[in-house]
């Protein structure tokens, strides 16, 4: 007669039928687990890398698609190919990628050296605008130069990369000389400097060019470690020099009554421009009315292709448009803070601190002021409104934050890993590495 097979019970059942515990190592089911695993996966060293890399390519791209749509009305009312805007938008986008591909590539010495020359080049150009017969007003304000037929340069916006390249050099060079802990080294020039530049773009009445330069200012003396007394001391002379431009100022002063306005009024109020922008996000709901299918573009809203571009992705590509524009641009900010906070090189710390402020701060005022939160400044969406000027400088540093990604040792480490030739070097097949490769260095991905 056979022998009974007497069964072991796991000690879970035996005490009631709970759950044996997960092995170690395994990952936890559930939301718990779901964190762990996003949190292993962002701390992987080529995680911020990849993620500048991609959200800054989603947001031009996508901005791109949203240029030709919200523009061709524009281009047909002054007698143009539906494409114009559009193709000069590519034109920049294709020259813009190139200048992140070559910040990218460029070490960090050559970023510091390249400093002075863009500081000096800006301001240079800001003087030229300030010429008659040279400067160009565009909408009341004396900022542009004309270089000929269609396209025209806004040195303002080169000042925002000059300004962050010279200011992360400036501390870098004074905290190498253990000089930051004197609130004189922290201020002087860095400062007087900065009101340089504000003041030669409000000669031209840029008033919202001129915020961004103050947010990446207060950006640099955060990063730097400004005591709370000193940068509430320069946030306070700068907010009562920015209240006195305010209050001297009608066209100013009307921007603040729209915060909100849901009456656009006649022809040429004041808060047409405010009252549309929530009419084209409204009438947009959950998913849109179609690519290319906006109302608003056609006349009823100022602007559609530049500062209020996010009113038309919100009509035609709904909620779910604007909630994804806003992770793309939470995304890259984030991955910036990672790449300012994880670095020992002063200078990368700063000037990653500085384009992330730049970039988060503007995109902020841009849709603050669309979704009648905040007034109306005059601020492209970065990467994503049309215009080349704007595009160009801002590629420029988002190449400079992949550069600072790379830079990372442990990110050094897994990108040579990644090579061709490292698995012939190491005495293994690169394409069966990861099978035949037992222990893997923690610095890797």
Request: a positive charge; hydrophobic letters at 50%; charged letters at 15%.
């Amino acid at each position: 007669m056979p022998s009974k097979i007497v069964g072991t019970r796991r000690p879970s059942a035996a005490r009631g039928g709970g759950r044996a515990p997960a092995p170690p190592g395994r990952p936890r089911g559930g939301l718990r687990g779901l964190h762990e695993r996003a949190r292993k996966a962002w701390d992987r060293p080529l995680t911020a890398y990849y993620v500048i890399i991609g959200a800054g390519m989603l947001i031009t791209t996508l901005g791109l698609v949203m240029v030709y749509s919200a523009s061709m009305i524009t281009a047909l009312t002054y007698d143009l190919v539906p494409s114009y805007f559009f193709r000069k938008q590519f034109f920049a986008a294709l020259l813009g990628t190139g200048l992140l591909l070559l910040a990218s590539r460029m070490p960090v010495r050559l970023h510091r050296a390249l400093a002075y020359p863009i500081l000096v080049g800006a301001v240079f150009l800001m003087v030229l605008v300030q010429i008659p017969g040279i400067g160009h007003a565009v909408n009341g304000n004396q900022n542009w130069i004309s270089l000929g037929g269609p396209f025209q340069l806004q040195p303002s916006e080169f000042g925002k990369l000059a300004l962050i390249l010279w200011g992360a050099d400036l501390l870098a060079r004074k905290h190498d000389m253990r000089l930051l802990t004197q609130w004189k080294h922290m201020l002087v020039p860095l400062v007087p400097g900065t009101f340089m530049l504000l003041g030669l773009i409000m000669l031209g009445g840029d008033m919202g060019t001129s915020i961004i330069l103050a947010a990446i200012l207060f950006g640099l003396l955060w990063t730097a470690g400004a005591p709370t007394r000193l940068f509430a001391g320069v946030l306070t002379v700068a907010g009562a020099i920015g209240f006195l431009l305010i209050k001297t100022s009608d066209n100013r002063m009307r921007r603040f009554d729209c915060i909100g306005a849901t009456d656009p009024g006649g022809e040429g109020a004041p808060c047409l421009q405010a009252a549309h922008g929530i009419y084209a996000l409204a009438s947009g709901g959950w998913f849109g009315s179609g690519l290319g299918a906006s109302v608003e573009k056609w006349g009823q809203l100022p602007e559609a292709h530049t500062d209020f571009i996010f009113a038309v992705t919100g009509e035609e590509l709904g909620l779910a448009g604007t909630l994804s524009v806003l992770a793309l641009f939470a995304a890259l900010g984030y991955a910036g803070i990672r790449v300012a906070g994880g670095t020992e090189d002063p200078f990368v710390r700063f000037a990653a601190g500085g384009v992330t402020t730049w970039i988060t701060a503007q995109a902020v005022i841009n849709i603050g002021a669309v979704l009648g939160l905040l007034p109306i400044a005059g601020v492209p969406l970065p990467l994503f409104s049309y215009g080349g000027s704007a595009l160009l400088p801002t590629m420029f540093a988002v190449g400079l934050l992949i550069a600072f990604a790379r830079q990372e040792p442990a990110a050094k480490a897994a990108l040579a890993m990644r090579r061709p030739g490292w698995g012939k070097r190491a005495g293994v097949r690169w394409k069966s590495m990861r099978r035949r490769v037992k222990k893997r260095p923690s610095g890797e991905r």
